[in-house]
């Protein structure tokens, strides 16, 4: 563990929520990319989302509170880079036209360090990150949690504002990985965290050559859970060589194949994330009074604004 990681800035930990709910307002919505399951492809799904959303022309950002296993700076060739301050704050490292990254990845000396934290240290760090974090005005910004329900996840959702976040799952389609993102969703039931939808990667395999489609895995898991919890299917992205291929050569899916068929894909699922963050949008937008309270508990004329 580097003295980087272990040190929980107490100060940082202490600040008052006004501190970080005054941050985070910067950003307009959060989407938290979660998986029942480990190896599911969350960090591919939340990288290639990002970078749509940003070349979609909304100011993203994406921070990895993956802090066991980082594997985000890796997928967009930052392994070396280190966490780097002005003025008090963290600056996020910037690729691909003002994509903002920040990940745990940065705090560690070599990627072979092994990160030993109980709860509360992870939640200060990831405290940090929200809220020193020089991310500017941002659309979207996008978490990549570890898979299951444990520190991570619940610190990020204790520290967002939940009208503002909402979940994307990640799942394979066997069952044996939609039986975990089941606890993913009583878990975002439980929090009040809205689901946007469930992705299903890994879903069949496309041949490069023939372009026949083959169910490697299986298929449709992900739509039947959708069904069962009345929760939206974003889409899914098939078993695709050159996803792999190029999160070893370290860089995102899309930077190098942005027109084929799992490109299409991803642009399905990106116009979901974009329609529900516009409505989202809209909602706050109308519930929201001139004093920045709800609507509906504004007294009305000659209280907070005279235009109700
Ligand atoms: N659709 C896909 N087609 C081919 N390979 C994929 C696909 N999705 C992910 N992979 C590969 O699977 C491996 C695991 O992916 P990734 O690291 O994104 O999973 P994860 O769920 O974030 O893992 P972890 O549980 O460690 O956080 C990576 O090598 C990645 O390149």
Known sequence: MTGQATTCQQSSCQSNDADLNMKVGNIK???????????????????????????????????????????????????KEKIKMMDDQIVPQEVYNGLKVISMGFLLNSSEDAVILRGPAKAGIIRQFLENVAWGDLD?????????????????????????????????????????????????????LPITGIVENMSGFICPHCHAEADI??????????????????????????????????????????????????????ERLKSSYLELQNTSETDSCCDGSKAQECAGPGSCCSGH
């Open 29 to 79: 919505h959060t989407f938290i990319v979660m998986s029942g399951k480990g190896g599911v492809g969350k960090s591919t799904v939340s990288v290639n989302l990002a970078l749509s959303l940003s070349m979609h022309g909304l100011k993203t950002g994406i921070l990895d509170v993956d802090i066991h296993g980082p594997s985000v700076p890796k997928m967009f060739g930052l392994s």
């Open 140 to 192: 979207c910004l996008v978490i990549d949690c570890p898979p299951g329900t444990g520190d991570e996840p619940l610190s990020v959702v204790q520290l967002l504002d939940t009208s503002r976040s909402s979940a994307v799952i990640v799942t394979t389609p066997q069952q044996l990985a939609t039986i975990d993102v089941e606890k993913s969703i009583s878990f975002c039931k439980q929090l009040n």
């Open 217 to 270: 895995f299986s298929s449709g898991g992900g739509y039947k859970l959708s069904q069962k919890f009345d929760v939206s299917y974003l889409g899914a992205i098939p078993i695709d060589m050159e996803i792999a291929r190029s999160g070893d050569e370290e860089r995102p899916y899309l930077s190098s194949f942005p027109k084929t068929e799992t490109a299409a894909r991803f642009g399905e699922i990106v």
